[in-house]
């Protein structure tokens, strides 16, 4: 298979057919997933480094056990355990990785870039694990992931992006990565939730009111309020928030009859989803969607560091 890049940062440098390379693969390592033994040989011998400088549960899980189980080794560091608190640079950092000759380096933090300025210097492959609210790449590659295990392709497709818009960089890599996939995209917010300009991130519809568009998507996702990166008082409270745009049972039946509701993670319940949306076996695919992540990340680490080819029949 042809693939061509060194490093995951952002994903409007991957193409569509990029983009597929990595949910086959995907696709592939979800049977590995489902074995008796979860681990196959493809990545022994290569060192992997995750450098969270951020909080992170599903992402930092996700990618270790990812690692773990293409049999890579991992050294995971990051916020209060690295010199960084005593004023270290992030370079200076990135520089002492690079003495420890390691091949890949999974980055989480919270200033926007800085995957891109590890990239620049070490000769390891950079991932990128979300940065400020700017990045999100396999965030994004799992949502595809998990919308075209449902759908079965994307041509087509409507999305609604629901709520906090502004400050998300699952929305920095998702609406982009939608393009590229040839999907129709809904941005449902209040106003003081848009970006400036939506139409840079490839939006094609904006919307304040979600019931006079909830009927169109064939996708809802509903996005976390992001209270900590909040400026101000962006609407008058959580209740009228979640009354104008939550996603509750007196909402369903204005959905389609197979639309699917994802959600990043992790929920705020009573905030953009009641329980009974949240827990709904026949719409939320939200669970599928971090089980999408290990097999996504297993992929993304695969295809990026030159994986053996016995690591998908072994």
């Known amino acids: 298979m042809s693939f061509n890049h060194k490093h995951l940062i952002d994903i409007t440098e991957y193409s569509d057919v ?46 270790e056990l990812a690692e773990k189980r293409l049999s890579a080794d991992s ?24 003495a420890y000759k390691i091949d890949c380096i999974v980055v989480r933090d919270k200033h926007a870039g800085a995957p891109y300025i590890v990239s620049q210097n070490t000769p390891a492959s950079v991932i990128c694990a979300g940065d400020g609210k700017h990045n999100h790449p396999t965030q994004a590659l799992l949502d595809l992931y998990t919308i075209w295990e449902h759908k079965g392709s994307f041509e087509g497709l409507k999305v609604g992006l629901v709520g ?49 568009v909830l009927p169109e998507l064939d996708v809802v996702y509903m996005l976390r309020v992001q209270q900590e990166r909040l400026e101000g008082s962006p609407f008058p409270s959580i ?46 695919v939200i669970l599928e969607q971090v089980y999408s992540g290990i097999c996504v990340r297993m992929a993304a680490l695969y295809l990026l560091l030159g994986g053996s080819d016995n690591g998908l029949s072994a």
């Open 75 to 98: 050294l995971n560091f990051g916020g209060s355990s690295t010199s960084t608190v005593k004023g270290e640079s992030l370079i200076d950092t990135v520089e002492t990785l690079n």
């Open 239 to 284: 209740r009228e928030y979640h009354n104008l745009f939550g996603l509750t049972r007196f909402r369903e039946p204005l959905m389609k009859p197979d639309a699917i509701v994802c959600h990043p993670g992790p929920i705020n319940r009573g905030v953009e989803l009641d329980s009974y949306m949240a827990d709904n076996p026949s719409r939320s």
């Open 18 to 63: 990029d983009i597929m390379t990595i949910l086959e693969t995907a696709k592939a390592f979800s049977a590995v997933n489902e074995r008796a033994i979860k681990k196959v040989p493809t990545l022994k011998g290569k060192t992997i480094v995750n450098m969270f400088n951020e909080p992170s549960t599903r992402t930092r899980s996700s990618f």
């Open 164 to 212: 906090d818009i502004n400050h998300s960089r699952v929305c920095g890599s998702l609406l982009p990565a939608l393009k590229i996939m040839g999907c129709e995209t809904y941005a449902i917010a209040p106003g003081t939730l848009l970006p400036p300009a939506p139409e840079v991130l490839g939006i094609d519809h904006v919307s304040s009111s979600l019931d006079d």
